[in-house]
């Protein structure tokens, strides 16, 4: 069986472990918004049934993640900046949820899997590579999330991957400040070696408003500009 459902069907059913599976391409971003989701191929991947597979992808049509179109069937929905932002306000309360429920003693644990993710990250910026640098973060984010040992919270978390990974965030990584960008994961680490409990729900809801700051700003930007467009042709058809 494949590695995507690595799961015991005991814990998850197989239709939750074909979602899992096509969320996670979607968020390391080997589907991108406007792929085609083919069962066939989904099921040769998986070596599954189509039951399942037809399942989970009408499972994520109806959570907005995918949508049927005519004569092409499932594709993964293009985002807007406006519900990047909306799942990126909500990330930035359950990453710090689960800090404190996963309490200091399985941070602790964790931090040779998060040491470990942050070479990665700064290699792939180095390289210009914003979608390994994305599988890393990911992978980061995921470590402290499952440490909670609350499967519903890290359910809800993994389907805010398909919303964050977006067009928006992509070209803020490729402007961002790299230093910036691993400092802010060095200190989430360090907050926990610190056995500051506090620090670290602070450090983990700030690095994502940070982000959602910078979109908002962006967003602002974008409007502006389309008034400033609307006026000038306004004022073309008065003149013309």
Known sequence: MNKGLSQPASRMSLSEQVSKYILTRISLGELL????VVEAQICEELHVSSIPVREAIRELVANHILEYVIHRGAQVREVSMQE????????????????????LDR????????EKQVPQMQHALD???HVSFQAANQQFHRLIMESAN???????????????RTKPLMDYLKISDPEQLIGEHKDVIDAIVEKDEKKVESMLEAHTLNLVLHLKE?????????????LVIRKRRKQA
Not at 84 to 103: F, Q
């Open 33 to 36: 918004p406007g792929d085609r």
């Open 84 to 103: 990047t932002i909306d799942a990126l306000e909500v990330k930035s309360v359950l990453e710090p949820l689960a800090a404190k429920l996963a309490g």
């Open 107 to 114: 941070l602790l644990e964790i931090i040779p899997k998060l």
């Open 127 to 129: 390289k210009l590579d």
């Open 150 to 164: 609350n499967p519903i919270l890290l359910r809800l978390w993994e389907e805010l991957a398909f919303d964050i």
């Open 218 to 230: 962006r967003m602002a930007e974008n409007a502006d500009e389309a008034k400033k467009h609307i």
